[in-house]
């Protein structure tokens, strides 16, 4: 990850959201931030490959929702697994190929549960993207709300989306 992950941040910039930190700032330098993922229990690293290229990465974030919260399910007992993308990102040589969007459909699936996506609005490449992903994903069976300028989608992933 830490190989593209400047690459990452460089391709953030251009969005301007305000949320990712300068670096080589106190306590936000590179690697603070991948050992902080790397040290949260509740986030998944993964690495995407091409063949043998390192040609991405995600973070995926999870946590249990509350059972009695709206579009729970009750069947892991305290709550139903609610996932995000917390990071999701393809190195511009390798765009364009289809990785990313078969990257993201294997992290759905391999993640089942009920799923937020967020994309900041002014990334119109990601919003575009996710909105691609997510509606072939669920065959149009999702829920997307902008809200403080952000894009959202909710959705669940897995073999229940087909029911």
């Not at 089942?112 to 997510?134: C, K, P």
Request: proline share 2%; charged share 25%.
């Amino acid at each position: 990850m830490e190989s593209v992950y400047r690459d990452y941040l460089t391709d953030l910039a251009p969005s301007a959201s305000g949320i990712f930190p300068v670096l080589r700032e106190v306590g936000h330098r590179e690697p603070d931030q991948l050992a902080r993922w790397f040290a949260d229990a509740n986030a998944h690293a993964v690495i995407i490959l091409f063949g043998d290229a390192r040609v991405g990465f995600a973070m995926v974030s999870h946590r249990l929702r509350d059972a009695g919260a709206a579009g729970a399910g009750t069947d892991m007992g305290g709550g139903a697994p609610e996932f995000s993308m917390a990071e999701f990102f393809i190195a511009r040589g390798w765009r364009r190929r289809g990785i990313g969007a078969q990257a993201a459909r294997l992290i759905l699936d391999r993640f089942t549960g009920q799923w937020l996506i967020t994309q900041h609005l002014r990334n119109t490449t990601a919003v575009e993207f996710w909105r691609r992903v997510v509606a072939a994903y669920t065959g149009g069976k999702y829920q997307e709300r902008m809200l403080n300028g952000e894009v959202h989608q909710r959705f669940e992933s897995g073999s229940r989306r087909l029911r």
